[in-house]
């Protein structure tokens, strides 16, 4: 009885103010004050939700909500099913087979993801267009009728899928390489064919790396902006978009980017339900290689054939149609400045990459080192800006980033300097939006390395007298680096065909490939834009080359 | 040396506890066994020494020295312990002579120091080698040679044998005691193996759901065990019940748990041959030969069931069984 | 750890560069005596480049350009305040413009150069902003099939005659605002809304691309006319893929509404920020756009129609012909643009 009471009191509000007391560290200060620092345009944006939906919410709701939800469901659901079927397939096929290209298919497959979809999307439009290659084919056939409207809901699920299904590629080859071989033999052992093996024993173990995949790629079609509007197909995001400037109801916008986000809560919590049910996924990477089968005969081309597809479509018909366009403009369009410009790109990404893995490396181990529960959790509120379409964090960062200028400006001008904006319309504001926007992307990748890290290996370090920033640098950092690499890739690419809030917050005379691109598309010089269009693939190439190395190394 | 009182610690806000007002301290210089089943809360008695957690409620005083508390915490990293883990925990990407190095870079002399711990635990000329290249013996006594090499004042080993086979895990049992006797160490070592406890701890503490039940000298653990769980941990026991009591018609304090150890049961072919107070007739349904001894599933006139052991070869259907007052166990409550 | 290091390093760099970007801009404000003029524009045309180029050299004003669309230029300029650095705001239509004014963004400026130029009807009341370039939203019809006196006005559109054959893009597009909301100025609400419940009815697919897609797609087959801006076909003629030439060589254009209040413009225009740093510049650089030297680039690389009557629009726009272009002060698209985009959702125009 005497220890029931000494329990209970362990747990009474003194004993846990006391213990808060003597837990805080200057890890939980430094952590709450990142994810506050990280949350603060989010938080801007949500405090416009309490002054209420403007004078056409009514209007919105009459005539376009049920159009929004509707499409947006729409493309969710297609765009997993393609998203699915081609990146898993493909995923599969060049882990347990060995065929013609095996190795450059491999890398090939992760290519579709250096190209924006917009620009897909454009390069679909013009493919299947009246005068494209596909008409002047089919014209060539006597096929005229036979021309095919891509410009629809269908196809902008087709166009969105083939240039983000390589999301879902990448994190089931990686399951598929580095868990599997172990579980296939004992499979093979026990007489299973290898049909059945994959439904009844890869798929479902592999689910929680491929739905981690798909919530990124669903998340993408959730924000996309350029392709929807130009095929015509009303989203939350182009309904965003106009309620805000068309209708010029900023509040209204807010609540749809509100919904937008429920929505993209819904597939993250149906992410973590699910990856929660299944717990078997955590075991060590194994360290022997998959072995590779040779097909034979009809087989062999059977999966040279699912293999090739998507890099056909997602690859290689759009890239072949923006060089067809940059030959034919390249003459009034291209000059040195796209150097420049292009090494500009490279360098505001690379900054910006960096950076941003920075703080989720900050975020991801300060938590850690805060002993204080509560913190963990929150820490992850800082990953939320993925879920934000660019635009409207855009205008979360203007606010505060304004505001702090403007203090500024008074505090230096009574020292009689006229400093002028510091931190808006520079990279400082530009380089803090793509870390709320991109956290996410560099948290993942690194978070799920870091977990295959046993704590036993930090720990023992500290109970040796290393502290923890020491440890950090001596011991985790070496062992995650393959993660902290990707990241750093995967922010540079995502960074490299960013649009709506490169377009905002940009400094003067910086000028990125995308930008460029987009202006030009535009104003409807969809052939101009090709050229700047292929820099933004190339440079992006080469790192998603670089991470496919490291991919297979790890 | 090590004073811990009253200390607790639960993952669910107090819905139930992984440490549960746990007492006890530690000599200088002794090694100190905590048996456990699995879940009885050892590791997490030995992540709140070390500082990897932090205590809800209760205690800990290392040389005078409060090292946690409600109101105070000192930092893993400053508290001069030596932790073996299970999993030995090496750092995969560092060479054992670095792995040793690690926690003693600001020694002065390290070198000679890192290279001594490894001549201690045997494993000169493998400096440049990695853990990987390593059996699963050889990175334990590396983890060993690491918690060593900073002079902890406490060496805490986790288990640091059960992810070995048999015959492996009692030699380098022995050879790991023999180099922590050598260092003078005080050792609090934990398993759940009570084989490994009896061979080397001065003292050992017994754990259960989070409490202590007992923490004593091998011996009076098992002439006075607190419990029938401890009891058990010692030995084959059988636990007297009111059919039992019933059976052999013995007299026993009323709201006391009794038991016997197997071995003091007193198998004999007639009544009058058997000198015990209680006795009782018994059929055998089974007898199992186990090489030096044999097993006896008997039945007893009351319809009960009892297992035995008897050294004797010519077991008739019909024996008697039997023991005295003097060897039953008698614990406060049924625990 | 080598590349550790190398990360801190290119972060330090970064950060620097970050640093004396910053100095540039502090650089740019005590630089106003350096001479410059910042300027926020929706025009993302190449031809405009060689304009300021043009400008640098001439008066040795620099330009720096941030480019973006309209609506996102008026939020960026409203949440700067005072603080903003942008000189001059250049829009694609005038809707913009008004709204840039009603929102207290852009100052009243006095220029004789402008105010003698520009016709009265494509600059602000309260000289706030100026029209820089014209251009018509015209119909586009197959050569083939549709005989150019069955097209009246746009009003006319909604006959059943035209049911499946008309295509247009989305409302989301601020040409299609500014046709509705000179159509509201001018037949009222009530009127406009039943002008395109019958736009929707005739339609031949729902909204979709850009005007050249329509256009395409009327050549395709898919409809018989097209609403779009003038000089579209104008660059489609002169495009680098030989497909799009002979695309828009089967396409005849109509100017609607020539019976009546004439046919619908919008301008390309500009006006002084409110808060400019250097108004001076920023009036001097407005005056040059619409001088003759940018006024003939802007026809001749961009097929749009000058605001300087004294310029001659480019040959393929002069074969065109002259037409009557409806004077409605261009104020009235601004402030019904909203109604418009309200309209356009009510009626189901996507």
């Known amino acids: 009885m005497q220890q029931a009471g000494n329990n209970n009191k362990a747990f009474s509000l003194k004993t846990r103010i006391k213990r808060l007391k003597r837990d805080i560290n200057k890890w939980s200060v430094f952590t709450l004050a990142i ?394 504001a530009l380089f803090y939006a793509y870390a709320v926007r991109f956290l996410a992307v560099a948290y993942n990748p690194i978070d799920s390395t870091a977990l295959k890290v046993d704590n036993s290996i930090p720990d023992s370090s500290k109970v040796l007298g290393v502290g923890n920033l020491k440890t950090f640098f001596k011991i985790d950092f070496p062992l995650i680096k393959t993660g902290v690499f990707s990241a750093v890739i995967l922010v540079f690419i995502d960074v490299m065909k960013e649009l709506p809030l490169t377009l905002i917050l940009k400094p003067y005379h910086i000028d990125t490939l995308a930008v460029k691109a987009f202006e030009y598309a535009s104003d409807e010089m969809v052939m101009e834009a090709s050229i700047p269009s292929l820099f933004i693939i190339f440079t992006a190439m080469i790192p998603v080359i670089f991470l496919n190395k490291l991919l297979i190394k790890k | ?289 186990l090489g030096n001894a044999t097993q006896l599933v008997l039945k007893l006139e009351s319809g009960e069931q009892l297992t035995v052991m008897t050294q004797d070869q010519n077991i008739a259907d019909t024996i008697y069984v039997g023991f005295n007052s003097k060897d039953i166990l008698e614990f406060d409550q049924e625990l | 750890m080598k590349k550790l290091i190398l990360a801190i390093a290119t972060i330090s760099l970064v950060i620097s560069c970050g640093k004396s970007k910053k100095n540039e801009n502090t650089a740019t404000e005590e630089t106003t005596k350096e001479q410059v003029v910042n300027v926020y524009t929706h025009r993302h045309y190449e031809p405009d480049q060689n304009i300021f180029k043009m400008f640098e050299d001439k008066t040795g004003i620099k330009v720096k350009v941030i480019n973006a669309s309209a609506d996102e230029l008026i939020q960026k300029m409203k949440m700067e305040g005072k603080q903003s650095p942008a000189d001059v705001l250049i829009t694609v239509d005038a809707g913009r413009l008004s709204r840039a004014k009603d929102e207290g963004l852009l100052q009243s400026i006095e220029s004789e150069v402008l105010e003698k130029n520009i016709p009265a009807h494509l600059q602000d009341v309260d000289n706030q902003w100026f029209g820089l370039t014209k251009r018509a939203r015209i119909i586009a019809y197959a050569k083939d099939r549709v005989k150019p006196e069955d097209l009246s006005s746009y009003e006319a559109l909604v006959d059943e005659k035209w049911k499946g054959k008309i295509l247009v893009r989305s409302s989301a597009n601020i040409y299609n605002q500014s046709l509705m909301a000179s159509i509201i100025a001018n037949d009222g609400e009530e009127a406009a809304k039943t002008w395109a419940e019958g736009i929707v009815a005739n339609m031949a697919r729902s909204p979709k691309g850009s005007d050249r897609d329509q256009v395409k797609a009327v050549v395709a087959g898919e409809g018989d006319i097209a609403i779009v801006n003038s000089y579209y076909i104008g660059k489609m003629l002169n495009s680098p893929d030989a497909e799009e030439v002979k695309t828009a060589q089967q396409i005849g254009l109509f100017f609607p509404n020539q019976e009546d209040r004439g046919t619908h413009i919008n301008v390309s225009g500009a006006g002084v920020a409110k808060y400019a740093p250097n108004k001076e510049n920023a009036i001097q650089f407005i005056e040059f756009l619409i001088g003759k030297e940018a006024q003939q680039v802007f026809t001749e690389a961009n097929y749009e129609y000058p605001v300087l009557e004294s310029v001659e629009p480019v040959k393929d726009i002069q074969a065109w012909g002259d037409f009557k272009e409806d004077t409605l002060g261009l104020n009235k698209l601004g402030e019904n643009n909203k109604k418009a985009v309200l309209i356009f959702d009510a009626a189901g125009w996507k």
């Not at chain 1, 994810?35 to 949500?46: E, K, R, Y």
């Not at chain 1, 739905?211 to 079609?221: N, P, S």
């Not at chain 1, 986000?261 to 990856?275: D, H």
């Not at chain 1, 479509?313 to 400045?337: H, K, N, R």
Request: net charge positive; aromatic share 12%.
């Open chain 1, 35 to 428: 994810v506050f620092f990280l949350a603060l345009p989010i938080i801007f944006i949500g405090v416009e939700l309490f002054a209420g939906p403007g004078e056409t919410w009514g209007h919105i709701v009459d005539y376009l909500l049920l159009d929004y939800i509707w499409n947006s469901l729409y493309l969710v659901l297609v765009c997993s099913i393609l998203v699915l079927l081609l990146g898993v397939s493909s995923a599969w096929f060049v882990s347990r087979y060995d065929f013609l290209f095996r190795k450059q298919m491999e890398w090939l497959l992760i290519l579709p993801l250096a190209i924006p979809s917009y620009i897909v999307g454009y390069a679909y439009a013009g493919f299947f267009d009246y005068g494209g290659s596909m008409d002047l084919l089919f014209r060539q056939l006597g096929l005229e009728f036979m021309r095919i409207d891509i410009m629809n809901r269908a196809g902008l699920a087709f166009v969105l899928s083939i240039s983000l299904f390589p999301y879902v590629y990448v994190s089931a080859r990686a399951f598929f390489l580095n868990q599997a071989n172990n579980l296939l033999e004992a499979s093979k052992m026990l007489g299973v064919g290898e049909l059945k093996t994959f439904f009844k024993l890869m798929l479902p173990l592999a689910r929680p790396a491929i739905v981690a995949g798909l919530v990124l790629v669903l998340m993408e079609v959730l924000n996309d902006y350029g392709a929807a509007k130009y095929y015509g197909v009303n989203t939350f995001t182009t309904g965003i978009f106009r309620s805000w400037f068309s209708l010029e109801e900023p509040q209204t916008a807010v609540y749809l980017s509100a919904l937008l986000i429920c929505f993209i809560f819904a597939l993250i919590l149906f992410e973590k339900w699910q990856v929660r049910k299944i717990k078997f996924t955590s075991s060590k990477t194994n360290s022997n290689q998959i072995q590779r089968k040779r097909p034979k005969g009809a087989m062999k081309w059977l999966i040279f054939s699912v293999v090739f597809l998507p890099i056909l479509l997602g690859f290689i018909l759009p890239v072949a149609q923006l060089i067809y366009w940059a030959v034919i403009t390249a003459s009034t369009v291209f000059d040195m400045e796209f150097i420049m410009i292009s090494l500009q790109s490279f360098a505001i990404a690379i900054a910006s990459a960096v950076i941003t893995v920075f703080f989720a490396l900050v975020l991801i181990y300060f938590s850690k080192w805060s002993t204080l529960t509560t913190i963990k959790n929150i820490s992850r509120v800082g990953v939320l800006g993925y879920a934000i379409p660019g635009a409207v964090i855009a205008i979360g960062i203007m606010i505060p980033t304004l505001a702090l200028d403007k203090w500024l400006i008074n505090i230096l001008g009574n020292f009689g300097i006229d400093s002028g904006l510091i931190i808006n319309g520079t990279l400082l």
């Open chain 2, 1 to 289: 040396m090590l004073t811990i009182n009253a200390l607790s610690k639960s993952f669910d806000k107090g819905k139930s506890y992984a440490l549960e007002n746990v007492t006890f301290n530690l000599k200088a210089g002794q090694v100190c066994a905590i048996v456990g089943e699995s879940g009885s809360g050892k590791t997490t008695l030995v992540r709140l020494i070390a500082g990897l957690e932090r205590p809800d409620n209760g205690s800990i005083t290392m040389n005078e020295k409060v090292i946690a508390s409600l109101d105070k915490f000192v930092q893993p990293e400053k508290r001069k312990i030596g932790l073996v883990f299970q999993e030995y925990a090496l750092f995969p990407h560092l060479t054992i002579l670095e792995n040793v190095l690690y926690g003693i870079s600001k020694v002065k002399n390290k070198k000679e120091k890192a290279q001594e711990m490894l001549d201690l635990v045997g494993l000169s000329g493998m400096e440049k080698r990695y853990p990987h290249q390593l059996s699963g013996g050889q990175q334990q006594r590396v983890a060993l040679a690491r918690a060593l090499a900073p002079e902890p004042s406490l060496l805490i080993l986790d288990e640091p044998f059960s992810n070995l086979d048999t015959m492996l895990r009692t030699q380098l049992r022995n050879e790991v005691f023999d180099i922590i006797k050598k260092t003078e160490v005080t050792v609090l070592f934990v398993t759940h193996d009570t084989q490994d406890a009896l061979s080397v701890a001065d003292e050992i503490l017994i754990l259960q759901k989070g409490k202590v039940i007992q923490k004593d000298v091998a011996e009076n653990l098992y002439v006075k065990p607190n419990t029938l769980y401890v009891a058990s941990l010692f030995g084959n026991t059988v636990h007297i019940n009111k059919n039992l009591q019933n059976a052999f018609r013995c007299p026993l304090k009323e709201d006391c748990c009794h038991a016997i150890r197997n071995e003091k049961i007193i198998v004999s072919q007639s009544s009058t041959e058997a000198d015990c107070e209680y006795i009782t007739a018994a059929k055998v349904i089974k007898k199992i030969p």
